[in-house]
């Protein structure tokens, strides 16, 4: 363990469970990790799991936090931040929310300017996370590297010197694992149709995608190099390919990454206001 960060997660749904499972008693003691949600099932299975400490209000209890996690929906930010204000001093405000920008954060919490933005994402779950990660002015080099630490303990970590760039992170690696699963569903939906079963469809579906991945990732070559070596001249591959040349299936993909980057931008316009 690395040390005796006291983190207090506001907020234990999906993304929280996620990061905490890396977290506890691995960078820091499981009891010093304290979960707040309203939702009393969400804090009882945590503490099962991972031996939290939970309550259903802030209190405190969030005054003697090293780290607070902001870890609630866009659109339930503004009010669960209005009852961390009485408890806020020095410690470093770590939002996973998208959309939701610094300025917004720091007004609501009284002009307090230690804040990181980040963007994880779900394979946190396994330790296969990436995140990014933007810091306000008022973040100290100790807390810039707690920060580091805590989003590593579940993956890699990306800085960014400009905030704008977290709703590009959101499109492409936060929402990113729905593409991919989008993706593997296509490909066993196919499978299906073309006469194999489901298990044999999701094996290769699946194993293919983690198989292309980790090549991808250990190769040198550039990714269109290993995609023209799977693509024999008037073979399979070619077919498949021209016909989602054919069918724009790039260009939608890019489009719809627009979209999500976009997205994240009116989530902070919408809930950001006061
Ligand atoms: N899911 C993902 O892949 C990713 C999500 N994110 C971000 O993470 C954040 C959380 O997402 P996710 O974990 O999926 O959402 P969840 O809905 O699973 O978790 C949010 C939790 O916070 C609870 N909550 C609501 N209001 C309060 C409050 N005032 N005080 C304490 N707890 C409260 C919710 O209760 P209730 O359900 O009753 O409302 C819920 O249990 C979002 O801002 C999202 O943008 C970032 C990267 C990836
Ligand atoms: O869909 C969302 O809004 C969140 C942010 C990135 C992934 N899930």
Not at 30 to 45: E, R, S, T
Not at 80 to 94: E, F, G, S, T
Not at 178 to 198: D, N, R, S
Not at 228 to 234: A, F, P
């Amino acid at each position: 363990m690395q040390n005796n960060l006291k983190i207090t997660f506001v907020g234990g749904g999906n993304m929280a469970a996620a990061l905490i499972g890396g977290l506890a008693d691995k960078l820091t003691a499981a009891n010093n990790i304290h979960v707040i949600d309203i939702n009393a099932d969400a804090l009882q299975k945590l503490q099962r799991q991972f031996g939290v400490t939970t309550s259903e209000q802030i209190d405190a209890s969030v005054a003697a936090s090293d780290v607070i996690v902001l870890a609630v929906k866009p659109q339930q930010m503004k009010a669960a931040v209005a009852q961390l204000l009485p408890y806020i001093k020095a410690q470093l405000v770590l939002s996973i929310a998208a959309g939701i920008r610094a300025i917004d954060l720091s007004r609501w919490l009284g002009g307090h300017n230690a804040i990181v933005r980040t963007m994880p994402n779900t394979p946190a779950l396994i330790g296969k996370g990436v995140t990014g990660m933007v810091a306000s002015n008022g973040v100290s080099k100790e807390q810039h590297a707690a920060a580091d630490a805590i989003m590593r303990a579940v993956g890699e970590t990306v800085w960014l010197d400009d905030e704008k760039l977290i709703d590009s992170v959101t499109a492409v690696s936060g929402s990113g694992p729905a593409y991919v699963f989008y993706f593997i569903e296509a490909m066993q939906q196919a499978a299906q149709e073309m006469g194999l079963t489901v298990e044999q469809g999701n094996t290769l579906a699946i194993s293919t995608f983690v198989g292309a991945a980790q090549l991808a990732a250990q190769s040198t070559d550039p990714i269109a190099v290993l995609r023209e070596r799977v693509t024999s001249k008037g073979g399979t591959t070619y077919a498949a390919l021209t016909s989602m040349d054919d069918n724009r299936v790039k260009q939608s993909i890019i489009t719809a990454m627009k979209a999500a980057a976009a997205r994240g931008q009116a989530l902070g316009e919408e809930f950001g206001q006061d």
